[in-house]
């Protein structure tokens, strides 16, 4: 008979081998899968982690992962603080469209100047949209304990129909005809986050990622805001005593989260995207909760997450174009993989024991 | 390994292997790509693209192999699929929403041997075609019966997004209603989806609870016609596909997409090499719109007249903006026996006088 019995202290190593091992478990599962779908799983599972990093096209592949990936690290790390310390915010995508929108709406305003700064007060704008829509969660809980969880969430739907009232109205293109859709920024010079070294894929916000993961890494590690921030979510009561404002850590965690996710909307939209539109967002908001946790919301771990996440999302397409595998196979596959981590998760925090049956 | 170096090094080698790539696959297969923004068993518009790709499949056999990639969203995630078909060989590629536009446009620039096809859109290039429906011929159709059937009055439009093709579809629809029903009245209800069975159910609800008896809609999915069904005694139209599982009711008629003929017409252009850029528009006389069976839901005479109108139509005789005909705020559009030109319906972002409300801008 199996028995699982809790560990007194989860288990260091499990921790940190879990999401190796879910990761194999996914290639397992996700290989039955295909090959119940009548393909050839070793292909398929090839195709999809390693073809964009290794095949004849993987040069064209290797930026595109970049630029997935970015907002996916940013957003992470950012919800990561929160959710270590028990503050969830689930409303990243909100924030994301909001730091876009304000972000752009400062790039519109100012078009045609030609200057380099139009950029900057783009992104501080960006994360000031971010922040401030984070904000209303924040403080509503603050002030009169709604739950966080709920209304970040419902915040989404209220920002994607702003959106789309910004696509169709003030931010649209005078010169597009009447169709909606903004100016394209990347066509700006002024505004346009283009590759720094063409062809890498390597826009602002990679950078910003990259500093973000770093800056995280050292606030968790060396920093009495880490601190406060992994003792508020072990032991709540001892934070108190030790000196932690709960509303002051709720104000920060959410603040900062929702500013990251806000610089990422607006590094999205001067650059890859280009254009405000209706349908602007694409959901990396809420893939960034599952890049948050099967990083173990550590921020290596994340950049490792973020790294596979956009793996699945540019190999699945290529799966999907040379192999003819349905879109919902691949949203199947990275369902799979959260499934796993949480599985195989028990892991750390149980142990196996095979008993003998005893006899009554 | 002359190629491999070529191909390192970087963006503008792959202009060149693109180039090169027509030319080197003498023998092999033409290969056509399409890119879907819904998932092929939507069951309205991506369903119909997906049937038109098989078509030319089966028309051409083993000359051509066909590849795609469905619920691909408009924005770089387009830009990157079209790259990596492109690269992968593609000689044709048809881009199947209007999202695609700018997309489709910057891809074709960096494949200048690789033709593009671009659905319901308006910038063309050298290598980009563009090519889309008169939709709003069938909305003709659809408005004459809903006019001649509704008890309430009401009738329900569920909006995909304010575009002008979508505008065409609600001016048509209620030029036509109001032709054969003084009373009527359209109630818009914007959902900012193509494709999204929840939200397509709710704003179907929404104008059921209205008091709407009849929904017209311009999304894809067949909720519509199962909250129709549901409520009972509401009256229906398939979008994009027939949806003839509704019939006989809800559903009693439909627009149908067919691009079967367009998609093996191009494709045998690129086989034989006459491909050339072009802007089109077809509507029923061309086939490209095609309207589902009008089922015995329908009373008879009303049956015999809408089907008229759809002659008409294939005759040249009738056109559905035949003026007179006023804008929403009363200033005159078309004078008497005046028809509109196409410039005008492409860029359309007015509602024609006795619609309530505002386009969202």
């Given at each position: 008979m199996i028995r699982l019995e809790k560990r007194p202290q989860p288990s260091r190593g499990w921790s940190y081998a879990a999401p190796v091992l879910a990761v194999l478990l996914t290639m397992l599962l996700g290989g039955a899968l295909f090959a119940a779908l009548g393909q050839n799983p070793v292909v398929v599972i090839r195709t999809i982690f390693l073809d964009p990093l290794f095949s004849e096209f993987a040069w064209f592949y290797r930026p595109q992962l970049l630029i997935k990936g970015a907002p996916l690290v940013l957003i992470a790390v950012g919800l990561s603080f929160g959710f270590r310390a028990?503050?969830?915010?689930?409303g990243a995508e909100g924030q994301y469209i909001i730091g876009a929108l304000v972000g752009a709406a400062v790039g519109l305003a100012l078009y045609p100047l030609e200057s380099r700064w139009v950029f900057v007060a783009m992104v501080v704008a960006g994360a000031f949209g971010g922040w401030a829509w984070a904000m209303i969660p924040g403080l509503l809980r603050v002030k009169f304990g709604t739950n966080e969880i709920l209304v970040s969430l419902m915040l989404v739907y209220v920002a994607e129909s702003l959106l789309a009232a910004m696509a169709l109205g003030?931010?649209?293109?005078?010169?597009?005809?009447?169709?909606?859709g903004s100016r394209n920024l990347s066509q700006y010079p002024g505004a346009a986050n283009l590759d720094l070294i063409a062809?890498?894929?390597?826009h602002w916000g990679v950078v910003a990622a990259l500093i973000a993961v770093i800056c995280a890494y050292v606030a968790l590690a060396r920093h009495i805001f880490g601190f406060q921030v992994r003792l508020a979510g072990q032991a709540p009561r001892a934070a108190r005593f030790a000196g932690v404002r709960p509303a002051r850590l709720v104000l920060v965690c959410m603040g900062l989260s929702g500013a990251l996710a806000g610089l990422a909307g607006l590094f999205e939209v001067a650059g890859p995207a280009g254009q405000v539109t209706i349908d602007f967002n694409v959901g990396y908001g809420f893939t960034a909760i599952i890049v948050a946790f099967l990083g173990r919301l550590h921020p290596i771990g994340i950049l490792a997450a973020g790294g596979l996440m956009a793996l699945t999302y540019i190999g699945g397409g290529i799966a999907q174009s040379n192999l003819g595998l349905p879109a919902a196979a691949i949203s199947l596959l990275q369902g799979m993989l959260l499934f796993c981590l949480l599985a195989v998760d028990m892991l750390t925090h149980y142990r196996v024991r095979l008993t003998m049956r005893k006899v009554a | 390994m002359i190629r491999r170096t070529l191909l390192a090094s970087g963006v503008a080698a792959a202009a060149l292997m693109a180039a090169g790539l027509p030319a080197l696959a003498q023998d092999e297969p033409t290969k056509v790509g399409f890119v879907y923004?819904?998932?092929?068993?939507?069951?309205g518009w991506t369903f119909e693209h997906n049937q038109a790709r098989l078509a030319v499949e089966e028309e051409f056999g083993d000359a051509v192999e066909t590849v795609f990639v469905e619920s691909v969203p408009e924005g770089p995630d387009a830009v990157r699929v079209l790259t990596d078909m492109a690269l992968q060989g593609a000689d044709l590629i048809f881009t199947t929403s209007f999202g695609y536009m700018d997309q489709t446009i910057e891809v074709a620039s960096k494949f200048p041997d690789v033709k593009f096809e671009h659905a319901t859109g308006f910038k063309t290039a050298p290598n980009v075609a563009a090519y889309n429906a008169r939709f709003y011929e069938g909305r003709a159709v659809q408005g004459h019966i809903a006019g001649h059937v509704t008890e309430s009055n009401i009738i329900g439009y569920i909006g995909s997004f304010p575009i002008p093709e979508v505008i065409q579809g609600i001016n048509s629809a209620y030029l036509a209603a109001k032709a054969v029903n003084p009373d009527v009245e359209f109630k818009i209800v914007w959902a900012y989806t193509w494709f999204d069975p929840a939200k397509e159910a709710e704003s179907a609800n929404v104008l059921i609870e209205q008091g709407a008896d009849v929904i017209l809609q311009h999304t894809d999915s067949t909720a519509p016609q199962a909250a129709a069904q549901a409520a009972g005694n509401v009256y229906t139209f398939g979008q994009a596909s027939d949806m003839a599982e509704y019939a006989p009711m809800p559903r009693v008629s439909s627009i149908i997409d067919n691009w079967a003929p367009y998609y093996i017409e191009r494709t045998r252009a690129v086989i034989d090499g006459t491909w050339e850029t072009q802007s089109v528009w077809q509507g029923i006389a061309d086939g490209m719109v095609g309207i589902g069976e009008i089922t015995d839901a329908v009373p008879a005479e009303v049956k015999v007249t809408a089907e008229a109108i759809r002659d008409g139509i294939v005759a040249g005789t009738m056109h559905p903006f035949t003026g007179p005909i006023n804008k929403q705020d009363g200033?005159?559009?078309?004078?008497?026996g005046e028809t509109a030109d196409d410039e005008t319906l492409l860029g359309m972002n007015f509602y024609v006088e006795?619609?309530?409300?505002d386009i969202p801008q």
């Open positions: 028990g503050i969830w915010n689930i003030p931010l649209k293109n005078p010169e597009g005809m009447g169709f909606p062809g890498t894929g390597l | 923004v819904g998932p092929v068993g939507d069951g200033s005159v559009w078309l004078a008497e006795g619609i309530e409300g």
